[in-house]
C-alpha cells in the first residue's frame, strides 16, 4: 500500500529532552515536506525536501532541524523542545507532477511540558 | 502575498443541501489550487484540484469554481451527507505543484 508513516503517532516530552519524529514513503517521491497543524492557523510548512541531501525552510523552522539521506525518509528533529511546540504534526511527500498533490502521513501529536 | 483566506471558519448544513467554502488569495503567481479533506485522527487528502486556465471543475458531488480576476475560488458540496463532515483546506502553489500554501480550514457538520 502506497502511504507516507509516520512515528510515533503520539509524544509526551518534556521540555528542553531532544527527539526525533520519523517519516518514510514508499513512493519514491522526489519531494517530501513538514506542516505543523495549530486550530485557526491551518497547515504551516516546516520544512521541505526536493530531493536527496536538498532541504530549505518553509514558513516556521526555527526550533526545528530535518535531513534527508535517503530518498524515503524524512525526519524531523526538535533539538530542544518547548512548549510552543505543542502540536499535531504531519510529514508529506509527492512526486513533481502537482496534480498529484501530497501524500499525508496519519499524523503526530506531540505535547511539550 | 503568500497566504490564503479561508472562510467561514465552520459551517453546518442539513442533509442534502449544498455546502460552500471560499478562498482568496493575492499571489497571481499561484498556478494549482487543491482542496484537502481531513477527517479526525487522519491526515488531509486531495479532494479535487483545478488550474487556472479552467472556471470550473466537477467530480461527483465536489466542484471547484475559479474565479482568476477576483482571486478567488469556492469548493461546493452538492447533496451534502453525514459522511461529508470533515475539515477541508484550500492550497495554492506556484512552484510546480511543491511548497503548497493552505487555508486556515474549515470545519463542515452535516446533520442527519
Known amino acids: 500500500e502506497a502511504q507516507v508513516t509516520q512515528n510515533p503517532r503520539y509524544l509526551i516530552t518534556v521540555t528542553g529532552k531532544k527527539l526525533t519524529v520519523t517519516c518514510s514513503q514508499n513512493m519514491n517521491h522526489e519531494y517530501m515536506s513538514w506542516y505543523r497543524q495549530d486550530p485557526g492557523l491551518g497547515l504551516r510548512q516546516i520544512y521541505y525536501?526536493?530531493?536527496?541531501?536538498?532541504?530549505d525552510k518553509g514558513d516556521v523552522p526555527e526550533g526545528y532541524k530535518v535531513s534527508r539521506k535517503e530518498k524515503r525518509n524524512f525526519p524531523l528533529i526538535l533539538e530542544s523542545p518547548s512548549p510552543n511546540q505543542t502540536s499535531l504534526y504531519f510529514c508529506?511527500?509527492?512526486?513533481?507532477?502537482?496534480?498529484?498533490?501530497?501524500?499525508f502521513g496519519s499524523g503526530t501529536r506531540l505535547t511539550v511540558v | 502575498q503568500q497566504q490564503v483566506k479561508q472562510s467561514p471558519q465552520s459551517l453546518i448544513v442539513q442533509k442534502g443541501g449544498i455546502s460552500i467554502i471560499n478562498c482568496a488569495y493575492e499571489n497571481t503567481a499561484f498556478d494549482y489550487f487543491p482542496w484537502y479533506q481531513q477527517f479526525p485522527g487522519k491526515g488531509p487528502a486531495l479532494l479535487i484540484a483545478i488550474r487556472p486556465d479552467v472556471s470550473e471543475k466537477k467530480e461527483g458531488r465536489f466542484t471547484i469554481s475559479f474565479n482568476k480576476s477576483a482571486k478567488q475560488f469556492s469548493l461546493h458540496i452538492m447533496d451534502s451527507q453525514p459522511g461529508d463532515s470533515a475539515t477541508y483546506f484550500c492550497?495554492?502553489?506556484?512552484?510546480?505543484?511543491?511548497?503548497?500554501?493552505f487555508g486556515p480550514g474549515t470545519r463542515l457538520s452535516v446533520l442527519p
Open positions: 492550497a495554492a502553489t506556484d512552484n510546480y505543484g511543491q511548497n503548497f500554501v
Open positions: 508529506a511527500s509527492s512526486p513533481w507532477d502537482s496534480s498529484a498533490g501530497y501524500t
Open positions: 525536501s526536493m530531493n536527496v541531501e536538498v532541504t
